[in-house]
């Protein structure tokens, strides 16, 4: 894995008690994630038994992170909690932390999200994300490695990506969520990829609302100089109407599939029409 993450970063699973995070823990473990514990506040001083591996649950980050060196964590819990154990991670200065959880109210996302910017010493990536390649929920078996980053806003379209360019690969795959705010960005992630030795080529996936696509175009035309496809979810999304994503709403010209295509592609970024035809457009890239 090449951005954010490797081999050698051990992470614990906040929430892993819960269904959710029993389940994903035990995939994760079944890829070879390095998991090294848990935490769940009221359980600490037990352990649990998953994938045949024994894994300590404490009750706070700080007393995970102390016991096991853990630098990463992965998010599990459920909304009404989800602000609380992301701020015990950013407050025990985790590198980064990957927050699975969908609803969070807004409101808490930015109190959190405010947090780390102040603290300056944690990398959130989500909320209601996959996560990435693989502390999260991306499947283990769609794909191997390989020279193409992607980045999508998008949970499902990361996973049909994955699979559409199996045979060519993944360095790292980033789902960054399509909530109004999020920790960590398109534009983060493009950099990461241009600044990665093992990094060829990018997929990034957007959707309509907000003008997150139209800022990562005027990033590509100063920055990135691999190549570049996109694809923008929404085409056909009706004007004026949340669709999926919490962040995905149409207002008026602003933000609509259409605006972000040309900005894109005005930054030298071919555009497909359906995740197919941009897998399509790299394959074309990658077979020279």
């Known amino acids: 894995m090449a951005i954010f993450i490797n081999k050698e970063t051990k992470v614990i699973v906040q929430g892993m008690t819960g269904s959710e995070g029993t389940k994903h823990t035990g995939r994760m473990l079944k890829y070879g994630t390095n998991i090294v514990g848990g935490v769940t506040p009221g359980k600490g001083g037990q352990s649990v ?10 009750n706070s980050v700080a007393e995970a992170v102390a016991a096991t060196g853990a630098n990463a964590s992965v998010v599990f819990v459920p909304p009404k909690f989800a602000k609380a154990a992301v701020m015990d991670a ?4 985790l590198p980064l932390v990957v927050v699975i959880t969908e609803g969070i109210p807004v409101h808490d996302t930015a109190t959190f999200y ?3 910017v102040a603290k300056g010493t944690t990398r959130l990536v989500g909320p209601n994300c996959p996560g990435l390649s693989n502390i999260g929920i991306i499947p283990g078996d769609i794909t191997g490695p390989g020279r193409i980053g992607l980045v999508s806003k998008s949970g499902t379209l990361t996973y049909q990506m994955m699979y559409e360019l199996r045979d060519f690969g993944f360095s790292t795959a980033v789902g960054i969520g399509g909530d109004p705010i999020i920790g960590t960005t398109h534009i983060d992630c493009l950099k ?17 609302g907000g003008d997150a696509e139209e800022r990562a175009a005027a990033f590509i035309a100063s920055y990135v100089t691999k190549p570049v496809v996109g694809y923008v979810a929404g085409f056909t999304a009706p004007e004026g109407k949340t669709m999926g994503h919490a962040g995905a709403i149409v207002s008026g010209s602003s933000g609509t599939a259409e605006a972000k295509k040309v900005a894109l592609e005005a930054a030298g970024v071919k555009v497909g029409k359906t995740p197919s035809e941009t897998a ?3 394959r074309a890239i990658l077979n020279g």
Do not use: N, S, Y
């Not at 998953?50 to 649950?57: N, R, S």
């Not at 950013?90 to 200065?93: E, L, R, Y």
């Not at 990461?192 to 309509?208: C, H, R, S, W, Y």
């Open 114 to 116: 405010a947090h780390a």
């Open 49 to 58: 038994e998953i994938e045949g591996k024994t894994l300590p649950v404490f």
């Open 192 to 208: 990461a990829f241009q600044d990665d030795p093992e990094t060829d080529a990018i997929v990034m996936i957007g959707e309509i």
């Open 90 to 93: 950013i407050d025990a200065a």
């Open 280 to 282: 399509a457009l790299m």
